[in-house]
């Protein structure tokens, strides 16, 4: 049974959303610095994508691709998971399955009962939200906790994300 925090408002446990681009890293930035003014834990998550080599009318799943971006984004958690010990920040983390990426993050965030859920507004997804959608904007409409949403900077815009109180966590 989940325990009840005498101020809701405050978070115990938080959630960020990791695909290692310089947006997620921002996130990392801004959660760890909640999760040490309010002494929670963070949990990471990773959502490896289920890519598929098309054979005629099959789609044939690379398992062997799936587990090596697997274990490269383990190590990369990993990493920053003794990021973060340093600073004396608890942490956990997740490496989903799936090519549902919002989905895969709010079942992570019910499953670890999370407070609140700090995301990046662009990630590493190129095309993929023109045709399928945001990411966040799925996350903002579904998630059942307090949401930090962070704007991120453009990609294709000369302005770049600060990087000057910023930990190199992979």
């Known amino acids: 049974m989940q325990s009840i925090h005498p101020y809701p408002s405050i978070p115990t446990s938080i959630l960020v959303p990791i695909d290692f681009s310089p947006?997620?890293?921002?996130?990392?930035?801004?959660a760890s610095d909640l999760a040490e003014h309010f002494q929670a834990g963070l949990v990471l998550v990773n959502v490896v994508p289920c890519l598929s080599f098309f054979a005629l009318t099959y789609a044939i799943p690379d398992d062997a691709l799936r587990r090596k971006m697997g274990a490269h984004a383990e190590r990369l958690l990993?990493?920053?998971?003794?990021?973060?010990?340093?600073?004396g920040i608890n942490s956990s983390f997740s490496i989903e399955f799936g090519n549902d990426v919002a989905g895969a993050i709010i079942d992570?965030?019910?499953?670890?009962?999370?407070?609140?859920?700090?995301?990046?507004?662009?990630?590493?997804?190129?095309w993929h939200p023109l045709v399928f959608g945001s990411i966040a904007e799925k996350v903002v409409k579904l998630v059942q906790c307090p949401?930090?949403?962070?704007?991120?900077?453009?990609?294709?815009?000369?302005?770049?994300?600060?990087?000057?109180?910023?930990?190199?966590?992979?």
Do not use: Y
């Open 23 to 30: 947006s997620s890293q921002a996130a990392l930035d801004a």
């Open 78 to 87: 990993a990493k920053c998971q003794l990021a973060l010990k340093a600073r």
């Open 108 to 126: 992570v965030a019910e499953r670890e009962h999370v407070d609140m859920v700090v995301i990046s507004t662009l990630g590493i997804s190129g």
């Open 147 to 170: 949401l930090l949403l962070l704007h991120s900077a453009n990609p294709e815009t000369p302005s770049k994300i600060p990087s000057n109180r910023s930990v190199e966590w992979w």
